[in-house]
């Protein structure tokens, strides 16, 4: 996973960056597939830090 981020300042483009991954990491169900083939769902803590934002 690459994300990219472009801000005036360093630290808000760190946030950004953070902010996606917190996202990808509990909306986006091609991040969380299982070798096995199966999706797994989004844990507590995935959820905790998206809704930090």
Request: charged residues 30%; negative net charge.
């Amino acid at each position: 996973m690459m994300v990219a981020t472009a801000a005036r300042h360093r630290l808000a483009a760190f946030q950004a960056a953070e902010f996606l991954m917190d996202y990808l990491k509990s909306r986006a169900p091609f991040w969380k597939k299982e070798d096995g083939g199966d999706w797994v769902a989004a844990k507590d803590a995935d959820e905790d830090a998206l809704n930090r934002w």
